[in-house]
């Protein structure tokens, strides 16, 4: 097996944070009742007067922020991703997307990401934001990427959405997030594979063996996924010879795979596309590493797309892969409890 | 299947018991809901020790792998709620409104005699359905209550529909008071209030706490008695930890109005050297190996029990 060697990042949030929001006197540190479980404790601590404890009452949240914007306020609301659009979706359209306040909705815990079990994992959030009119949704996969995502969101002239990662993160990118520029992991041209948040982190892991195999592999990674340059990206749809493959961490409907499947259909690609992530069904409790493999999100599962559409085995094993890190559900970075 | 027989401990017992076993579990885990298994363990004791009128478990006394989620492609697929027995019209039904308490229901289910010790040690494992949030595949759960303010409303549904179809058995709640903060707890009560749902009752542990810590600090309620009889339920505040007070409670009359009890508790009650985590007790997860030593020494001799021996644990 393969070392990585990827430096892992403790609570990159926490710190970016801080910074930010202290170099901007308009932002606001909003919390629903899972503070530490968002890395805004110490934050909490050290500045109270920018935080505003807004308990569990999401739906008020909302508003409540819809009204901080209204007076010129940027308010960050930290929270489960889940939290900040389920229950409280009908203020989400009235208070926050229709008027186009400055709200940066900071949802931690992406889908399979949290052992919460269905009330707790945002499995259609992306579907969900990408048909709200107005909306911007960013979404972070490494350490650099949450370092500098509370400036991203905080550019977006709108309410933005944002898939945070907490706890232990791994650093595989030296450049912050261009708003609207996906990062182009490899140039390669047999086939396309498009990939955003822990996602990508299995796209590495597979590439390595594909392209032992033989398969030259075009690797794109997402940030921001709404508004969205269609005309990049069909260049690169255009530059592979066979077809595509998207992995998120999202059900398969309305999230990136169904981004590439709007962009090829709408330009009449005649490529093939398959559509990793979760089949129509929701996932359960468990942990980041079996939730993954078992719900088929990880660079097996990918492996298994690439074969899919090039219509052969590659007999790449586990082996093969670059090793996966194994984070602990109860490991000492990650905030106590759900 | 043999029936359950109630009594066959006394409910102090087995309060003691929950607290024992969520401690035990605690040690060997190096952390987990304790603070809840004690302002709770009276409440949970008395429910399944008392109260409510259950049959016999359906389901095996080791709980099944994870069978999946609900659809159409998962025929066998079921629910937890078989370990509070058979779903019949003379029988009670019971939610567990806030699903972060699995842990000390688990503990109650064994102490009952409704599930094998092994339960427990399948608690937060990879592939097991005895879920750390309880879902509504866990053991004695029956709907997902992760997302915290729903349990009163689906009682109050079923207490409706359990009403028209003329059946006798109860429907309960057991909730927490952080859920007081959700708006949806508010609709729950006047609509049982409006629609006269007099067979549905709830046990509140009124603990004062929350994840972020304690409520005052959090986001303060205010009386929460007072404002839920201004929105139409019957309400009868007692010591959580004092079992007469909830065996006059429930006797308490409440024609055309859902009964609420709120089970006033102390979040160390049987282990105060938890004490010292104040506010920061949702899940206790111990700072260093001293600590954690010290908490196992403190807390069994509290309890009654030995040491737990966690080396090999993790």
Redesign the interface.
Same mark, same amino acid.
């Given at each position: 097996m393969q070392k990585t060697g990827i430096q892992m990042v403790s609570r990159p949030y926490e710190r970016a944070f801080e910074a930010y929001a202290m170099a901007h006197p308009e932002v606001l540190c909003l919390s629903a009742d899972l503070t530490s479980s968002c890395e805004i404790d110490k934050f909490r601590d050290k500045h109270p007067d920018k935080f505003l404890s807004l308990g569990m009452a999401e739906q008020n949240m909302l508003s409540f922020a819809g009204g901080l914007g209204m007076a010129g306020f940027r308010p960050f609301l930290h929270t489960f991703g889940v939290f900040l659009y389920r229950r409280p979706y009908d203020q989400l359209m009235a208070s926050i997307a229709y008027p186009r306040r400055k709200v940066r909705l900071m949802g931690f815990l992406p889908g399979v990401t949290t052992p919460g079990g269905m009330t707790h994992q945002a499995i259609e959030d992306i579907s969900v934001m990408r048909s709200i009119p107005n909306m911007t949704i960013l979404e972070t996969g490494d350490a650099t990427e949450v370092e500098s995502i509370c400036e991203a969101a905080d550019s977006i002239d709108g309410p933005v959405y944002c898939r945070v990662l907490r706890g232990s993160v791994p650093r595989l990118f030296d450049t912050p997030i261009e708003v609207g520029k996906m990062r182009e992991l490899a140039l390669g041209e047999d086939v396309l594979i498009v990939t955003a948040g822990i996602t990508t982190e299995e796209a590495l892991r597979a590439r390595g063996a594909l392209e032992q195999k033989g398969v030259s592999v075009r690797h794109l990674h997402l940030n921001t996924i709404k508004p969205f340059d269609a005309k990049a990206m069909l260049d690169h749809i255009q530059s592979v010879k066979g077809g595509v493959v998207t992995l998120e961490n999202h059900v398969t409907e309305g999230g990136i795979g169904s981004l590439l499947a709007e962009i090829m259909a709408d330009n009449g690609v005649g490529k093939r596309l398959v559509r990793l992530g979760l089949k129509d069904t929701y996932a359960h409790g468990g942990s980041r590493g079996y939730l993954m493999k078992y719900y088929g999100l990880d660079a097996t599962a990918l492996v298994a797309g690439v074969e899919d559409l090039l219509g052969t085995q590659l007999g790449i094993t586990e082996d093969d892969l670059t090793t996966a890190r194994v984070d602990a559900v109860h490991s000492t970075v990650k905030a106590e409890g759900l | 299947m043999a029936m359950i027989r109630r009594n066959a401990k006394t409910t102090e017992e087995i309060a003691l018991g929950i607290r024992r076993r969520v401690f035990e579990h605690a040690m060997h885990?190096?952390?987990g809901y304790l603070s809840q298994a004690c302002s709770s363990a009276e409440q949970l004791a008395w429910l399944y020790n008392e109260q409510l009128e259950l049959g016999a478990p359906t389901l095996p006394m080791i709980p099944k792998p994870?069978g999946g /989620?609900?659809?159409a492609d998962n025929p066998t697929y079921h629910t937890g709620a078989g370990y509070n027995g058979p779903e019949r019209s003379d029988l009670d039904r019971l939610f567990i409104a806030p699903?972060?308490y699995a842990l000390v229901a688990y503990a109650t289910l064994i102490e009952v005699g409704r599930m094998a010790p092994e339960g427990l040690e399948m608690f937060?494992k990879?592939?097991s359905s005895v879920?750390?949030?309880g879902?509504e595949?866990s053991p004695g759960m029956e709907v997902?209550?992760?997302?915290?303010?729903i349990g009163f409303s689906t009682a109050a549904g079923l207490a409706w529909a359990r009403k028209r179809k003329k059946e006798t058995g109860k429907t309960w709640v057991f909730m927490s008071d952080?859920?007081v903060?959700?708006?949806?707890t508010w609709e729950a009560i006047q609509c049982a209030a409006h629609h006269g749902i007099d067979n549905l009752y709830a046990i509140m542990d009124v603990n004062r706490q929350?994840?972020?810590g304690a409520?005052s600090? /959090?986001?303060d309620v205010g009386d929460i008695k007072t404002k839920m009889e201004n929105f139409g339920a019957v309400v009868v505040s007692i010591d959580g930890h004092k079992l007469d007070e909830m065996r006059d409670a429930v006797a308490e009359k409440h024609k055309g109005k859902p009964l609420i009890i709120l089970a006033n508790t102390s979040p160390f009650r049987g282990m105060p050297t938890l004490q010292r985590r104040f506010p920061?007790l949702?899940?206790v997860?111990f700072k260093s190996e001293e600590e954690r030593a010290e908490m196992n020494h403190d807390i069994a001799r509290a309890l009654g029990v030995d040491p737990v021996d966690y080396q090999g644990a993790?």
């Open positions: - | 885990n190096n952390g994870f /989620v609900p659809s699903a972060h937060n990879d592939g879920e750390m949030i879902a595949h997902h209550n992760g997302t915290l303010g952080g859920e903060q959700e708006g949806q929350q994840c972020d409520m600090s /959090v986001m920061r949702h899940y997860r993790h």
